[in-house]
């Protein structure tokens, strides 16, 4: 490499790079901003490139597929490689949305790296994605089962028989089905609803092979262990929300993974005044949705409990409905995530929290320590 380019590299300060299949496009620049380099490499020419940076050099990613990969082994290399949510970078292109290729991506990527209140998606370990790999797959069996057994009741309506919605229902009903001479059933569509049915038993020797290993996951990992015990969350959701989140550390508190989530309330507020709309369903659906699901299965139980907690789900529920105190009751399970994670200890139904005291005044704060003012005056003010 000659001199004039090694001091280019050297020079680098922030690389955006816009990830492909097959192409690799980066944008470099140097302490002032101003492009150092901006070209086209091909994927298994990116990690030589990447190699001559100096160390400590901020490569910014979007999070997309290969983005993890990407990243880590970045890292290894001594860069500081960070991945940034798409629709965090898309402000940044310069030439908007009718501007939008490769070039300009990479470039909106760099700049968007450059903002000190930037949010970065955390970069998730080899176990880490191999553990949401068994989640994702188990999704898509579930939804193929779905479809296979719509598709088995759309042909048995066809021919006059209609079964209730359960699929247990229809599953103990479909053998005496086929057996059964007198209905309308033709040779084809016998022969047809038969395979459909094999190929359900066989979604659903899938679906249990992935459950008895995210049970080992569960097993086998303290954390997931924790987790597991707490209201309303159960192993398939502790299993996915600690390979999902990984360091709960990176939030400041419950209330921020709640956030995260997509659990809280989105705003329309404007002059001071306080406009609340439903929740904004930003982050991972997978994770959101397990959230809420298991806090509907904690709310229609909560009058069988004597805890805190479920005492708190009976009186919501019958103040704002089922609907909301689920997702209530989601954002707190999200928190009390959160505190069980960072704080390494056993999930206590029992525990009640205790408001932090209101910060006084200095004055009134000398006052209470010569005992001027009462302590519970104090934790009032």
């Known amino acids: 490499m000659s001199e004039i380019r090694r001091g280019a590299m ?10 492909a299949k097959q192409v690799i496009q980066v944008h470099g620049v140097d302490s002032g901003g101003r492009r150092v380099v901006g070209r086209t490499l091909k994927r298994d020419q990116f990690a030589a490139w990447a190699a001559q940076l100096p160390p400590g050099c901020v490569v910014a990613m979007e999070a997309c597929s290969s983005g993890h990969h990407w990243a880590r082994r970045l890292r290894a290399m001594g860069l500081d490689a960070r991945l940034i949510a798409a629709h965090f970078v898309s402000p940044y292109r310069m030439e908007g949305k009718s501007g939008k290729n490769d070039a300009t991506d990479a470039a909106a990527i760099c700049e968007a790296a450059s903002r000190p209140s930037m949010r970065y998606v955390p970069i998730k370990s080899w176990e880490q994605q191999g553990v949401m790999s068994l989640h994702r797959i188990r999704e898509g069996f579930k939804e193929e089962r779905t479809a296979c057994i719509n598709r088995i009741r759309g042909v048995l309506a066809e021919f006059g028989l209609v079964f209730g919605k359960s699929p247990k229902v229809l599953r103990a009903k479909l053998a005496d089905v086929l057996e059964d001479a007198d209905n309308e059933l033709s040779g084809v569509a016998r022969l047809v609803v038969q395979r459909a049915f094999e190929h359900w038993r066989e979604l659903d020797e899938h679906m249990r092979w992935c459950d008895s290993q995210v049970g080992q996951h569960v097993r086998g990992s303290d954390d997931a262990r924790r987790v597991a015990k707490i209201t309303g969350i159960g192993e398939l959701g502790a299993s996915a929300l600690v390979a999902g989140v990984g360091e709960f550390k990176q939030f400041r508190g419950g209330a921020q993974l709640g956030a995260w989530l997509g659990l809280v309330p ?41 805890d805190p907690t479920s005492r708190w789900l009976v009186q919501l529920t019958a103040r704002v409905g089922w609907q ?12 009390i995530v959160w505190a069980v994670m960072t704080r390494e200890q056993g999930f206590d139904p029992q525990h009640v929290s205790v408001k932090p005291q209101a910060k006084l005044p200095a004055k009134a704060h000398q006052a209470q320590r010569m005992g001027a003012i009462p302590m519970s005056a104090g934790a009032t003010a």
Do not use: E, F, H, P
């Open 10 to 19: 050297s020079a680098i300060v922030r690389v955006g790079v816009d990830l």
């Open 324 to 335: 909301k105190a689920c997702v209530a009751m989601a954002n707190k399970n999200a928190r």
């Open 266 to 306: 989105s705003q329309n507020s404007s002059g001071g005044k306080a406009s609340l709309g439903g929740i904004t369903r930003r982050g991972d659906d997978y994770l959101r949705t397990l959230l809420i699901q298991g806090a509907k299965s904690a709310v229609m139980s909560a009058a069988k409990r004597n």
